[in-house]
């Protein structure tokens, strides 16, 4: 299964990333996202937990043993520098287990779910092909609200610190088009689990 077809799906906060993976999940496709083995890594027992006390000290655990997500989103926020301690922690345990999943897979193809992969030449690298879930900022802001709650100037400063949606779009293989409905995504997912699964066997 490595040497066989890993699609790299991305898209801006919001976009429908999981609602697309869920659906190509669904029509037989391996669904390793990036973000779900971050928080593995980082929930009680996980494997990035001793370099987090290590480099960040034990405050930055909560009373579970987890990494304590607000506190270090805050640092993180606030602090470059150690913003880049953390991605250069985290990254290669996430890659590794990304790998170890991708070669484990049983499904017709893979599905990378890969939030920042326009941002990420390793990553780029590793995949066949980039697929977009593409909507207009409006859009992602709507459901990111209704969704989360989150104040429209926090979701607009996530939208900034992410590549510009002309600059996804330009990286894109293919694109999906989700600023409709439900079922129009489902529609074109289908659509294209069709060209993977042939683009598989090939
Ligand atoms: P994040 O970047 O925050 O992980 P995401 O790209 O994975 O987000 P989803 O979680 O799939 O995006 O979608 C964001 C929200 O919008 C969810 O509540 C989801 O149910 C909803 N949603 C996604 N697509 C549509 C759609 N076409 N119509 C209506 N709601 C949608």
Do not use: W
């Not at 409006?138 to 209704?146: D, G, I």
Request: charged residues 25%.
């Amino acid at each position: 299964m490595s040497q066989g077809l890993v699609v790299g799906l991305t898209g801006g906060i919001g976009s429908g990333k999981t609602a697309a993976a869920d659906e190509f999940a669904r029509h037989g496709a391996t669904v390793v996202d990036t973000d779900a083995i971050a928080h593995q890594l980082t929930r009680p027992g996980g494997a990035a937990l001793n370099a987090i006390r290590e480099q960040f000290g034990p405050e930055f655990l909560d009373a579970a043993g987890a990494m304590d997500r607000t506190r270090m989103r805050a640092l993180a926020f606030a602090d470059a520098a150690a913003r880049k301690k953390l991605e250069a922690l985290l990254h290669p345990l996430i890659r590794a287990e990304s790998e170890r999943q991708i070669e484990a897979a049983s499904g017709s193809y893979v599905i990378l779910v890969v939030p920042l992969l326009v941002e990420s030449p390793g990553y780029r690298e590793r995949v066949s092909r980039v697929l977009v879930v593409d909507c207009p900022e409006a859009v992602q802001l709507e459901r990111v609200q209704s969704r989360s709650g989150l104040a429209a100037e926090a979701v607009h400063a996530i939208i900034r610190s992410q590549a510009p949606r002309a600059a996804r779009i330009a990286a894109a293989d293919d694109v999906i088009d989700n600023s409709g409905s439900l079922a129009a995504l489902h529609k074109q997912v289908a659509e294209l689990h069709q060209r993977y699964l042939k683009q598989a066997r090939s």
